[in-house]
Protein backbone atom coordinates (compact mmCIF):
# COMPACT_ATOMS: atom_id res chain seq x y z
CA UNK A 1 0.00 0.00 0.00
CA UNK A 2 2.93 2.16 0.77
CA UNK A 3 4.58 1.45 -2.15
CA UNK A 4 1.62 2.52 -4.20
CA UNK A 5 1.53 5.87 -2.21
CA UNK A 6 5.16 6.44 -3.35
CA UNK A 7 5.54 5.15 -7.09
CA UNK A 8 2.04 8.18 -7.19
CA UNK A 9 4.47 10.80 -5.85
CA UNK A 10 7.06 9.30 -8.43
CA UNK A 11 4.82 9.75 -11.28
CA UNK A 12 3.70 13.43 -9.89
CA UNK A 13 6.98 14.51 -9.99
CA UNK A 14 7.85 13.17 -13.07
CA UNK A 15 4.62 14.68 -14.63
CA UNK A 16 5.96 18.32 -13.32
CA UNK A 17 9.67 17.59 -14.51
CA UNK A 18 8.26 16.67 -17.95
CA UNK A 19 5.80 19.63 -17.98
CA UNK A 20 9.02 21.74 -17.07
CA UNK A 21 10.91 20.42 -19.59
CA UNK A 22 7.99 21.22 -22.54
CA UNK A 23 8.08 24.62 -21.29
CA UNK A 24 11.45 24.94 -21.57
CA UNK A 25 11.86 23.63 -25.32
CA UNK A 26 9.23 25.74 -26.28
CA UNK A 27 10.72 28.80 -24.85
CA UNK A 28 13.96 27.80 -26.35
CA UNK A 29 12.55 26.85 -29.99
CA UNK A 30 10.73 30.30 -29.66
CA UNK A 31 14.46 32.10 -28.95
CA UNK A 32 15.39 30.13 -32.00
CA UNK A 33 12.78 31.57 -34.26
CA UNK A 34 13.33 34.95 -32.99
CA UNK A 35 17.12 34.79 -33.86
CA UNK A 36 15.99 33.34 -37.40
CA UNK A 37 14.16 35.91 -38.05
CA UNK A 38 16.88 38.55 -36.91
CA UNK A 39 19.27 36.91 -39.63
CA UNK A 40 16.20 36.49 -42.18
CA UNK A 41 15.56 40.59 -41.60
CA UNK A 42 19.36 41.43 -41.91
CA UNK A 43 19.57 39.12 -45.11
CA UNK A 44 16.14 41.01 -46.46
CA UNK A 45 17.58 43.94 -45.84
CA UNK A 46 20.96 43.77 -47.68
CA UNK A 47 19.06 42.19 -50.36
CA UNK A 48 16.96 44.73 -51.02
CA UNK A 49 19.76 47.89 -50.41
CA UNK A 50 22.03 45.81 -52.95
CA UNK A 51 18.97 45.14 -55.80
CA UNK A 52 18.03 49.24 -55.07
CA UNK A 53 21.88 50.13 -55.27
CA UNK A 54 21.90 47.72 -58.87
CA UNK A 55 18.60 49.65 -59.88
CA UNK A 56 20.56 53.23 -59.75
CA UNK A 57 23.30 51.86 -61.32
CA UNK A 58 21.18 50.64 -64.29
CA UNK A 59 19.35 53.83 -64.67
CA UNK A 60 22.70 56.10 -63.95
CA UNK A 61 24.27 53.58 -67.18
CA UNK A 62 21.54 53.97 -69.42
CA UNK A 63 21.40 57.77 -68.88
CA UNK A 64 18.04 57.97 -67.07
CA UNK A 65 17.26 60.23 -64.58
CA UNK A 66 16.13 59.40 -60.52
CA UNK A 67 13.07 61.58 -61.21
CA UNK A 68 9.41 60.87 -62.41
CA UNK A 69 8.70 57.85 -62.79
CA UNK A 70 11.45 55.51 -62.05
CA UNK A 71 11.79 57.45 -58.56
CA UNK A 72 8.49 56.73 -58.26
CA UNK A 73 8.86 52.92 -59.16
CA UNK A 74 12.11 52.64 -57.16
CA UNK A 75 10.21 54.43 -53.91
CA UNK A 76 7.48 52.43 -54.13
CA UNK A 77 9.37 49.33 -54.63
CA UNK A 78 11.13 50.26 -51.25
CA UNK A 79 7.97 50.44 -49.55
CA UNK A 80 6.79 47.19 -50.03
CA UNK A 81 10.35 45.65 -49.38
CA UNK A 82 9.71 47.08 -46.11
CA UNK A 83 6.68 45.86 -46.02
CA UNK A 84 7.64 42.37 -46.95
CA UNK A 85 9.96 42.44 -44.21
CA UNK A 86 7.73 43.93 -41.37
CA UNK A 87 5.09 40.97 -42.46
CA UNK A 88 8.02 38.37 -41.88
CA UNK A 89 8.65 40.19 -38.44
CA UNK A 90 4.80 40.19 -37.05
CA UNK A 91 4.68 36.48 -38.81
CA UNK A 92 7.97 35.39 -36.68
CA UNK A 93 6.52 37.17 -33.51
CA UNK A 94 3.01 34.96 -33.61
CA UNK A 95 4.95 31.85 -34.05
CA UNK A 96 7.07 33.08 -31.16
CA UNK A 97 4.35 33.57 -28.92
CA UNK A 98 2.43 30.57 -29.96
CA UNK A 99 5.79 27.92 -28.80
CA UNK A 100 5.60 30.49 -25.85
CA UNK A 101 1.58 30.12 -25.04
CA UNK A 102 2.28 26.45 -25.73
CA UNK A 103 4.76 26.02 -23.49
CA UNK A 104 2.56 27.27 -20.78
CA UNK A 105 -0.27 25.25 -21.38
CA UNK A 106 1.98 22.33 -21.27
CA UNK A 107 3.38 23.36 -17.85
CA UNK A 108 -0.09 23.95 -16.38
CA UNK A 109 -1.19 21.03 -17.59
CA UNK A 110 1.69 19.25 -16.19
CA UNK A 111 1.22 20.85 -12.55
CA UNK A 112 -2.61 19.83 -12.69
CA UNK A 113 -1.63 16.15 -13.66
CA UNK A 114 1.23 16.17 -11.27
CA UNK A 115 -1.72 17.66 -8.17
CA UNK A 116 -4.26 14.89 -9.52
CA UNK A 117 -1.90 11.92 -9.14
CA UNK A 118 -0.67 13.29 -6.03
CA UNK A 119 -4.42 13.34 -5.09
CA UNK A 120 -4.71 10.13 -6.11
CA UNK A 121 -2.17 8.31 -4.36
CA UNK A 122 -3.00 9.80 -0.88
CA UNK A 123 -6.70 9.01 -1.53
CA UNK A 124 -5.37 5.42 -2.05
CA UNK A 125 -3.23 5.22 0.64
CA UNK A 126 -6.12 6.61 2.81
CA UNK A 127 -8.72 4.07 1.48
CA UNK A 128 -5.97 1.08 1.75
CA UNK A 129 -5.48 2.42 5.90
CA UNK A 130 -9.25 2.81 6.16
CA UNK A 131 -9.49 -1.00 4.90
CA UNK A 132 -7.25 -2.56 6.39
CA UNK A 133 -8.68 -0.90 9.72
CA UNK A 134 -12.10 -2.35 9.00
CA UNK A 135 -10.34 -5.70 8.22
CA UNK A 136 -8.71 -5.81 11.63
CA UNK A 137 -11.92 -4.45 13.21
CA UNK A 138 -13.54 -7.34 11.66
CA UNK A 139 -10.88 -10.11 12.89
CA UNK A 140 -11.12 -8.85 16.32
CA UNK A 141 -14.51 -9.13 16.66
CA UNK A 142 -14.41 -12.48 14.94
CA UNK A 143 -11.86 -13.19 17.49
CA UNK A 144 -14.12 -12.10 20.81
CA UNK A 145 -17.02 -13.70 19.46
CA UNK A 146 -14.93 -17.36 18.83
CA UNK A 147 -12.77 -17.58 22.19
Do not use: H, W
Given at each position: MFQQHQA???AAKQAEYDAEYEAEVAENQAEQERLNRAEAE???RSQTARRRAAQRASYAKSG????G???TMMTEQAGVDEL????????SRQRQANLRAGGQAALQSGKKRSSALKRAGNINLLTSVGRTAVQG???YKWWEANK
Open positions: SQAKIEVLLETPLNIQQGNLEYKD
